[in-house]
């Protein structure tokens, strides 16, 4: 039988060419679609589940509301991590991170800029789980001045050397001794760190203070713990004996005062494996991920498959009065009702595996530019795994089954006596079902458009809008303090540059970084009522001029004035929160060391800048302080437009003569500022192109339905031709019933989208409004898509000789 099965499947394949290949490569694509979605997700969602009790780790973070602000941190206050250990039988082993931000790191001779080093407790391999290479995890981060680094760096810095009981000094300033080398992390993990520096070494790290927020602690629960429940116990428990008399002492209120105030805080655990998908919040350990996008391309996989397999009913029910005299046949020759769903469902199957084939050939090919696109490391290798071959054979022969079972009911269940006397006809029902399949088709089309020009709107919307500083035209100069006490030297060797507008020096420009917060106080007590939590950045004369932005109300800081030395720029989001009606003049206070009630450090306002963003427009504007101090991790020059290749050629001279020995690193500001919406560009990008995908395998079944209609109406298209209809009339006649069909579409595509981005919308904090042309254009861009469509086929049927249409009748 199933010898027989292959003659009539590829006989019939062969025979019907055309259909055949239409129905291959709408398959292969929504295969193809399938196969990278799939990969992306399951990457996504596999995220640090190789640590061996990811089930059991859990992050402490904090939802803090004071001074004016919400804060939404992935950080524990110092004390956090022995204070769980201490008081909470339910905890096996906690450990903390402290990411510092990058440094420059020197073996002998060599030196590399390292952007990602990080502080840890000795305990991180009590709760993580790393394969130890060298060394003893036991005790390699016990010591001051110890680090455990990665294979990788390892291999960097010491190459076929034995890297234990080496050092590499830090800053030009700072000795660390090696004690442990680890293998690479995988890469669906959120710890991305060559250098684990021991968290003994950072002083700040034994604090008590547990009203500054600072350290990523992570928690191994006990088997069996319920994580609802302890976290419950954790902030009665905390808050009550930690949290609250600090807060008292530091307020100089009541408990009722606080409660009254609005003033909360308050901890939650968030699970490991939940970190890379559900959690944007401040003080990351590096950036996440979207279960949003997730969603999102897992329904424009689903959407492109489902658009290939409605082709395939499509063309298999249009084609059955073609067929129906073969079913006759075989039905007075024996042929039961099970033989026949068989033979079909083989058919449907065959074609599957075939379009299977040619997509992972495609896959193979596009699988290096899928990986730069999505910003993963796929590896073609990965089809060697015989678990995923399975899983993927196994999928492709459910396509094939699910896309084959209506047309091989529908086709089985013919009366041989009607098929075998010609009266078989497809009917009305056959019909509405194919119209409902064209109708669902260019609904999901034009849902994939609507979302990709509202990502494509938002993402220029974030690039046009005003940040409220210039961020083109600007060199930003890396490891500015690699110069050490050169770097004065370097700024104004650069600044007597012909091209050169201006240069500043800081560590802190509105690009993405971390940093923490500072409560601020007018009067002479700190209270609920007076108290705002604000950014406080070191910057110097040059800052607001270099980067352009507008003062809103008094002046920068001058040279001329020795009182600015104790003067603060704030912005205008400060400004409103303190409630200065006249803010000019006015004193503002933090305190030196937090607890103490004695010894503050005063500052005059001289100054309000307008709001800049210095976060990403997820986020709104906070408030924000610049004061005259010393940091010195970047230099930003402006130029001019065309100076770009000259001053990078300079920059790097003046730093080879001033810093030698030293790595010379560069970036431009509208570079850092657009890498923080690169999750977004390339979700845009991506969506495009499956957009794209799924427009040309909806218009491969629409020529091909076209190309049935035509065929079906060769007679009537000849009588209409002999009695005077134009090429235009028959164009319309044939083009008409696919046109309402695109509209019907459009109308049940429209709520749908605007339900779907308006929710995606949600994320910006400044974010565009999804205006009627969006989709109106994606609609007009759909149905002259379809009219092309459908012409060719139209036009090829119109002009053909009526005489010979008729002959062949």
């Known amino acids: 039988m199933l010898k027989n099965y292959i003659k009539i499947a590829v006989r019939n394949l062969w025979k019907k060419k055309f259909y055949s290949l239409i129905n291959v490569l709408g398959l292969a694509v929504g295969i193809f679609c399938c196969i990278f979605i799939f990969l992306y997700v399951q990457d996504e969602l596999s995220y640090d589940k190789f640590n061996t009790h990811s089930d059991r780790i859990y992050r402490v973070a904090s939802d803090i509301t004071f001074g004016g602000n919400h804060f939404e941190l992935a950080t524990a206050p110092a004390p956090m991590a022995y204070t769980l250990k201490d008081d909470f039988p339910e905890v096996r082993e906690v450990t903390r991170f402290n990411n510092q931000g990058d440094y420059l790191v020197r073996y002998k001779e060599q030196v590399f800029k390292e952007d990602n080093v990080v502080f840890a407790d000795s305990t991180i391999f009590k709760v993580l789980t790393f394969q130890f290479i060298e060394g003893d995890p036991n005790t390699a981060l016990t010591a001051p001045h110890s680090v455990v680094i990665t294979q990788t760096a390892a291999e960097k810095y010491f190459g076929s050397e034995d890297p234990i009981g080496k050092t590499l000094r830090f800053d030009n300033s700072s000795d660390m001794t090696v004690t442990g080398v680890v293998k690479d992390l995988p890469q669906n993990s959120h710890f991305h760190f060559p250098i ?13 203070w547990w009203l500054s927020n600072n350290y990523n602690t992570y928690l191994l629960l006990a088997e069996g713990t319920d994580a609802a429940e302890f976290e419950q116990k954790l902030n009665n428990h905390v808050l009550k004996n930690y949290v609250l008399p600090q807060a008292l002492q530091l307020l100089n209120v009541t408990e009722e005062d606080i409660a009254s105030s609005g003033t909360d805080i308050h901890y939650y655990l968030q699970s490991l494996t939940d970190i890379h998908l559900h959690s944007n919040l401040t003080v990351e350990l590096g950036v996440n991920g979207s279960i949003q996008y997730v969603y999102i391309f897992s329904a424009i996989a689903i959407f492109v498959l489902l658009i290939a397999c409605i082709n395939f009913m499509n063309l298999s029910t249009a084609r059955s009065a073609g067929r129906a005299r073969e079913v006759g046949v075989r039905k007075v020759l024996g042929s039961g009702k099970s033989s026949l769903i068989g033979q079909f469902l083989f058919e449907s199957v065959l074609l599957s595996m075939i379009a299977f084939l040619i997509a992972m050939a495609g896959v193979q090919i596009a699988m290096p530019y899928f990986n730069e696109l999505s910003g993963k490391s796929f590896d073609p290798a990965l089809f060697t795994n015989p678990e995923l071959m399975i899983f993927l054979i196994a999928s492709s022969l459910m396509i094939g089954l699910l896309a084959g079972i209506y047309p091989a009911f529908f086709l089985s269940s013919f009366q041989p006596v009607k098929v075998l006397k010609g009266s078989v006809s497809q009917g009305a029902k056959s019909k509405k079902l194919r119209s409902g399949l064209v109708v669902t088709q260019f609904a999901i089309s034009i849902i994939l458009i609507i979302g990709t020009v509202v990502i494509y709107q938002q993402l220029q919307f974030v690039q046009q809008k005003n940040p409220g500083y210039e961020k083109s035209q600007v060199l930003i100069v890396e490891n500015a303090y690699g110069l050490e006490q050169n770097l004065p030297v370097f700024k104004e060797n650069m600044k007597r540059l012909p091209q050169v507008e201006n240069v500043t020096i800081s560590s802190f420009l509105p690009v993405p970084s971390s940093r923490t917060d500072t409560p601020f106080y007018t009067g002479s007590q700190m209270t609920n009522e007076n108290s705002v939590s604000m950014q406080i950045w070191n910057v110097d004369y040059d800052y607001i001029p270099t980067l352009k932005m507008e003062m809103a109300d008094g002046r920068n800081f001058s040279r001329d004035m020795g009182t600015d030395s104790s003067a603060i720029v704030i912005n205008q989001k400060a400004a409103d929160l303190f409630g200065f009606e006249n803010p000019i003049g006015e004193e503002i206070r933090t305190l030196n060391e937090f607890g103490e009630d004695e010894g503050y450090t005063a500052y005059h306002v001289i100054g309000v800048v307008e709001d800049f963003h210095f976060e990403s427009m997820h986020q709104n504007i906070g408030a924000l302080g610049l ?34 020995d030293q790595p010379f690193s560069y970036t431009f500001m509208n570079s850092s500022f657009e890498s923080m919406y690169r999750a977004e560009q390339r979700m845009g990008t991506i969506m495009t192109i499956f957009s794209a995908l799924a427009i ?69 904090a400044y974010r565009i409004d999804i205006n009627i042309w969006m989709f109106i254009g994606a609609g007009a861009v759909t149905l002259v898509i379809a009219l092309l469509t459908v012409s060719w086929q139209s036009i090829k049927a119109a002009l053909m000789n009526p005489v010979k249409s008729l002959r062949n009748e």
């Not at 684990?196 to 008590?208: E, H």
């Open 196 to 208: 684990y520096v021991s968290m003994s070494t950072f002083a700040d790290s034994k604090n008590t």
């Open 696 to 764: 040309f395998v909806a218009c491969l079944g629409l020529f091909a339905m076209a190309a049935f209609s035509a065929e079906q109406r060769t007679k009537e298209i000849g009588v209409r031709k002999v009695l005077g209809a134009t090429v235009t009339d028959i164009v319309s006649l044939l083009s008409k019933d696919y046109i309402l069909l695109v509209l019907i579409g459009f109308a049940i595509a429209v709520p749908i989208a605007w339900y779907t981005m308006s929710g995606w919308l949600k994320d910006f």
């Open 627 to 660: 004061r005259l101090g010393r940091s010195s991790g970047l230099a930003a020059i402006r130029f001019d437009a065309a100076g770009a290749s000259e001053i990078i050629q300079t920059a790097r001279r003046e730093w080879d003569k001033l810093a030698p």
